[in-house]
């Protein structure tokens, strides 16, 4: 793999930002390219992995919820595995992703059908302002323009991701987290109505 000059004169952490707006840009190729950036970079075991941020898991992780074409959201699932295979490697898991798992959990289990709070989500903006606006039907769950059959992918896709995440950690921590997070939703009301297809499988 070669590096434009840029990249080579500037630390991939001050690069990579640049690249978060696009992430759920208008135009799927756009989107696919920047996932397929990232997943080179991700590849590359001696690039300095300070540029892996919490921002950044968050936005793959928002890829695989809002995401409605496969290969993009196949392209994520894998740089999410990467992704925290290598925080994990470099001891960082805990601090970029512990804090946020409470907000992934209800994301994933917002019932089908109810908007997802917006607050919940990380929106990069660039100049100022946001870019685009692309998951608008998904995140207000209009199933008059997104199927349900999306909304289940994109769900399953995301638990698949949390799973994955909790696997690195002890099981003993692992089920605290998940009582953590059972509590919480039942206190909020909505996991009655929430689809039993997208909790989390061991």
């Known amino acids: 793999m070669t590096f434009p000059d840029v990249v080579l004169s500037r630390p991939l952490a001050s690069l990579a930002p640049i690249l978060y707006p696009f992430f759920r840009h208008t135009i799927s190729s756009v989107r696919l390219a920047v996932v397929q950036t990232f997943l080179n970079f991700l590849n590359v075991e001696m690039l300095v992995g300070d540029w892996i941020t919490q921002e950044f898991a968050r936005l793959l992780f928002q890829n695989l919820i809002f995401e409605e074409r496969a290969d993009i959201r196949d392209c994520s699932i894998t740089a999410w595995r990467l992704t925290i295979q290598r925080l994990a490697g470099l001891q960082r ?3 970029a992703i512990f804090e946020v798992l409470p907000v992934w959990f209800s994301v994933v289990m917002n019932p089908i059908g109810v908007p997802i709070d917006p607050e919940l989500l ?3 903006v660039k100049g100022g302002m946001q870019l685009h606006n692309v998951d608008k039907p998904m995140l207000i769950q209009d199933l ?7 909304v289940l992918r994109g769900r399953i896709a995301a638990s698949k991701a949390l799973s994955f995440v909790l696997a690195k950690w002890p099981a003993a921590v692992s089920l605290w ?3 953590r ?3 919480a939703e039942l206190s909020t009301g909505l996991l009655y109505r929430c689809n039993t297809k997208c909790l989390i499988t061991t």
Do not use: D, Q, Y
């Open 122 to 124: 990380f929106r990069p």
């Open 93 to 95: 898991l805990e601090a």
């Open 144 to 150: 008059s323009l997104v199927s349900e059959e999306l």
């Open 177 to 179: 987290i998940l009582r």
């Open 181 to 183: 997070v059972i509590v």
